[in-house]
């Protein structure tokens, strides 16, 4: 991800504060929540992740941090770096240096953008419940739906929508012993399930200790802290490939280090989340793309990505109310009129088109990759998600370390596509996904996501579609 710069003056303030030059205005958005009378439209704010903010000194307007480095003098160590610096807030900056806009019901997110003062690469929003919360789902015995359009999402490249449990507030009550928190509505407290060390600020602390630049990401860099929390996937695409997937933690807005992070390597099974996570991914379960015909750019598809296709994911109970546990997980997808389920896949020698943990126990025995989804919680684990309030995130991104290959190509890239079950995810080849050629050669790439409305399984909206739909396979 990219850092952002800008010159302007702030008053003095204490910690991960937030800065006074720029009032933030959070970019709106329509969307409909849905009962057994219909659907009512409703209008939120969006608002974007704090490690795309400008961080400067409080009452003054030097960069604390610039390019992929931190200010040495300014930022020593995290005590001092945090009561220091602050982060700003944003306005036309949506559009002018972030490339999100919005229309109606629609979010559009450019993948590169250049700015006044900067390139801003890619982009991470969470949907508002007012000026200073997060919305928080709760979607047991629940469905979500929205639309997406990925015909400019190419190789290499992501669209994703997908839940994290993040703090409500963005951490400001949890956190306040440490430091006076801008918070949720200035983007904090991210988390997922990777963990990820290239957060600038965790839990209100800047993430300072050995922080170390990339080598490949002129604005980005891995500090010794990363941040954990259990994340479910609805939509991670480009047009060449599209997944679904549960990934489970065992601790929940944890600030990691050394093994419990589960950094690639002889840590990746060590840590407090299940990094791999239990995913449906066409491509994966298609015996190396010899028969893959489900999701693709082309007619010849029976979802065709150069087209917007409507995405509806359903968190189904065992015993079919809101309080019952979470046993299943399931996917379909509705375009021209025509409506598609995942087709029954042959994994272990039994078949599944939604994610259980039964589904999870095959796969992980099909694969032998040491994915431990069950082991870190589980179907459990995506119940007590929604049990507890997850928050809605859009993002579009490149991948300066893995070439986003596990998610469109073959990968790891010494697999053999037929023998190594799972290892082929895509048709993308293996120097396709290259983070900077990407962002010189397609900046404008630009994902949409519209029509996000949730409800009962069974509300009017959907009920004639579930009860009567052709399922095509």
Not at 52 to 75: F, I, M, P, S
Not at 107 to 114: M, N
Not at 147 to 163: H, K, M, P, Q, R
Request: net charge negative; proline share 2%.
């Amino acid at each position: 991800m990219k850092g952002v710069a800008f010159l302007s003056c702030v008053t003095l303030a204490n910690g991960q504060a937030a800065g006074t030059i720029t009032e933030e205005k959070h970019p709106q958005i329509d969307y409909h929540v849905c009962g057994q009378s219909g659907c009512k439209k409703q209008t939120t704010g969006l608002t974007i992740d704090s490690n795309w903010r400008w961080t400067h000194v409080a009452g003054d307007t030097k960069n604390c941090y610039t390019g992929n480095l931190w200010d040495e003098q300014l930022c020593p160590d995290e005590a001092t770096c945090s009561k220091n610096c602050v982060i700003e807030g944003a306005d036309k900056e949506y559009e002018g240096t972030y490339g999100v806009k919005t229309n109606a019901d629609e979010l559009s997110l450019q993948f590169v953008t250049v700015g006044p003062y900067t390139t801003n690469i890619g982009s991470r929003l969470y949907m508002m419940n007012g000026e200073d919360k997060y919305k928080m789902f709760h979607l047991k015995n629940r469905e979500f739906t929205f639309t997406v359009d990925d015909s400019e999402v190419d190789c290499g490249l992501n669209g994703a929508l997908y839940f994290v449990q993040m703090q409500e507030d963005g951490g400001v009550s949890k956190y306040k012993k440490y430091n006076k928190m801008a918070g949720a509505k200035y983007g904090t407290g991210y988390c997922d399930a990777q963990c990820p060390h290239d957060m600038k600020w965790i839990h209100g602390r800047a993430n300072v200790v050995d922080w170390v630049p990339s080598d490949s990401d002129d604005n980005a860099g891995l500090g010794k802290y990363g941040t954990c929390c259990t994340e479910i996937d609805l939509w991670e695409a480009n047009k060449h490939a599209m997944a679904f997937t549960m990934h489970a933690c065992d601790h929940q807005d944890y600030r990691c280090s050394g093994a419990d992070c589960g950094d690639n390597g002889v840590d990746r099974f060590s840590g407090v989340c299940d990094k791999n996570g239990c995913d449906i991914q066409h491509n994966r379960f298609s015996e190396g793309g010899a028969s893959q015909t489900f999701y693709g750019a082309g007619d010849q598809f029976k979802i065709n990505a150069n087209e917007k296709v409507t995405v509806t994911t359903q968190f189904i109970t065992v015993d079919g109310t809101d309080s019952g546990k979470l046993s299943e997980v399931k996917q379909f997808y509705t375009q021209n009129g025509k409506t598609f389920d995942h087709p029954m896949y042959s994994i272990n020698g039994n078949k599944h088109n939604s994610i259980t943990n039964d589904m999870c126990k095959d796969w992980v025995a099909d694969t032998k990759d040491g994915t431990n989804f069950i082991e870190k919680g589980g179907m459990q684990a995506v119940d007590d998600i929604f049990e507890n309030g997850a928050v809605l995130v859009m993002s579009f991104w490149d991948d300066h370390y893995a070439n986003m290959l596990w998610l469109d190509s073959l990968y790891p890239i010494d697999k053999d596509p037929i023998k190594d079950v799972g290892s082929y995810r895509g048709p993308c080849s293996a120097t396709s996904g290259n983070a900077q050629d990407l962002e010189k050669n397609v900046p404008n790439s630009t994902v949409r996501f519209s029509g996000i409305k949730w409800g009962p399984l069974r509300s009017e909206e959907h009920t004639s579609e579930l009860q009567s739909r052709k399922i095509s396979r």
